[in-house]
T-cell receptor
Framework: EAQVTQNPRYLITVTGKKLTVTCSQNMNHEYMSWYRQDPGLGLRQIYYSMNVEVTDKGDVPEGYKVSRKEKRNFPLILESPSPNQTSLYFCASSDSAGDYNEQFFGPGTRLTVL | GQNIDQPTEMTATEGAIVQINCTYQTSGFNGLFWYQQHAGEAPTFLSYNVLDGLEEKGRFSSFLSRSKGYSYLLLKELQMKDSASYLC??????????WGAGTKLIIKP
């Protein structure tokens, strides 16, 4: 089954404790992206990747890191989480950034930073 | 700056028709998407418009006017399962998606 998976689905952590949210897709998509979704603000892009070893900042990259060592994986790293990073996070992938290409979303990771 | 505007919330009756509007101001335009998102779930793709006009897909249709920076999503024969948030997103000149905050649609019996 074609899908985007994220782990963990739920995470409660404390300020400053490094964490990684994994994202994996099995559709051989070049383009992958991380979003956070907060009430009233809609989806905001954190980082995106056009292909392996190519990553770029989105609208809200501060406090986050990503890597793209393999085509299928795009982990999101919070080196020192803070309470303002409490949010719902989605990973998404698509065939390429251009033309008609819908984004497929993972199930989401709900993160709470205390 | 770039901006997508949608109503925050709408209410409609089961079996009726509802139109959700989206206006946008972006740096360039390379297509407009509509996604559906049920509470606590991931967004799922509904429609894509890049040329002016109406795209119909079953009970759902999407319209685009590039000159007016305007789109709408039309839902016919509303069902209770259509209760969800509807997200409008525009791809800008850098091929990045700019998202609206979403419209929460409440369907009443």
């Amino acid at each position: 089954e074609a899908q985007v998976t994220q782990n963990p689905r739920y995470l409660i952590t404390v300020t400053g404790k490094k964490l990684t949210v994994t994202c994996s897709q099995n559709m051989n998509h070049e383009y992958m992206s991380w979003y956070r979704q907060d009430p009233g603000l809609g989806l905001r892009q954190i980082y995106y990747s056009m292909n392996v070893e190519v990553t770029d900042k989105g609208d809200v990259p501060e406090g986050y890191k990503v890597s793209r060592k393999e085509k299928r994986n795009f982990p999101l790293i919070l080196e020192s989480p803070s309470p303002n990073q409490t949010s719902l996070y989605f990973c998404a992938s698509s065939d390429s950034a251009g033309d008609y290409n819908e984004q497929f979303f993972g199930p989401g990771t709900r993160l709470t930073v205390l | 700056g770039q901006n997508i505007d949608q109503p925050t919330e709408m209410t409609a009756t089961e079996g009726a028709i509802v139109q959700i509007n989206c206006t946008y101001q972006t740096s360039g335009f390379n297509g407009l998407f509509w996604y559906q998102q049920h509470a606590g779930e991931a967004p799922t793709f509904l429609s894509y418009n890049v040329l002016d006009g109406l795209e119909e897909k079953g009970r759902f249709s999407s319209f685009l006017s590039r000159s007016k920076g305007y789109s709408y999503l039309l839902l016919k024969e509303l069902q209770m399962k259509d209760s969800a948030s509807y997200l409008c997103a525009v791809r800008d000149s850098n091929y990045q998606l700019i998202w609206g905050a979403g419209t929460k649609l409440i369907i009443k019996p």
